[in-house]
């Protein structure tokens, strides 16, 4: 018999020890029948200002990530979501397909949503290659993510990392900021605006923005979810929250 709450689908998602914004932005997506399940990557709100540093964080991320996903497939979820962004992307396009494989096989055989693949999906939806990009990084987390767009054939205009200087700072980023942020980056020649770090709340901020710019404006958590829902089966248009939920 199918789960009471979740007979369409049940969502694993892990995230890190240090992010309050990804769980509640999720649950706010769900479409009917469809329930979510997480579980925390535990790691230190450690300081990621410079290069060992953030690798410092990355390596607790990993160190966490296989726990975490034994942890959230106990209750039998039917997909599971990666939601951390810099571990996605600090090794490169060629190491993805490892990465994956790997998270893959802590799920037990379960869909494996991460990131990469999500934003890329996202991207063909709309049609588009020329993009600017908004993180919550310093410029050390910043260069992971350029290379990501440019190893993958994006046409990267654009680069606006907020600065924050530990994870759980993250989730300190306000609406007013995300604003700035995003007229910061946009120009006509920008096709499309991303938005990478699931710790940053900018779901409802993007619908916002996407609607006064005429053009797409994706959040790391809607792409997430979205690609999450589509892949396994869900097919719900689910408004509030930009076209791509809408209307893909």
């Not at 410079?50 to 034994?70: L, N, Y």
């Not at 996202?122 to 310093?138: E, F, K, N």
């Not at 440019?150 to 990392?161: A, E, S």
């Amino acid at each position: 018999m199918p789960d009471s709450l979740g007979p369409r689908l049940k969502v694993g998602v892990v995230v890190p020890s240090t992010n309050t914004s990804a769980q509640p932005e999720l649950d706010a997506l769900r479409p009917d029948g469809v329930t979510n399940h997480t579980g925390r990557m535990v790691i230190d709100d450690d300081p990621m200002v410079d290069e060992p540093g953030f690798e410092h964080v990355m390596h607790g991320i990993r160190r966490s990530t296989r726990p975490a996903i034994r942890g959230v497939v106990g209750c039998d979820p039917d997909c599971v979501i990666i939601g951390v962004s810099p571990e996605s992307h600090w090794e490169g396009t060629k190491a993805h397909g490892r990465v994956l494989d790997a998270m893959r096989e802590a799920a037990g055989g379960r869909p494996v949503t991460m990131s990469p693949d999500a934003i890329d999906a996202a991207l063909a939806a709309h049609g588009v290659r020329r993009i600017a990009v908004i993180t919550p990084y310093l410029p050390v987390g910043d260069d992971p993510v350029r290379r990501f767009f440019g190893d993958n054939g994006y046409d990267l205009l654009r680069v606006h990392g907020l600065g924050m200087p530990s994870p759980a700072k993250i989730a300190h980023i306000s609406e007013t900021a995300l604003r700035d942020a995003v007229k910061e980056v946009d120009d006509a020649d920008v096709e499309a605006i991303v938005q990478v770090g699931t710790n940053v709340a900018m779901a409802r901020l993007a619908a916002a923005a996407e609607f006064w710019l005429g053009k797409p404006v994706l959040s790391n958590n809607v792409v997430l979810y979205w690609h999450a829902l589509r892949q396994n089966g869900v097919a719900d248009r689910v408004r509030g929250f930009g076209s791509l939920l809408a209307e893909h």
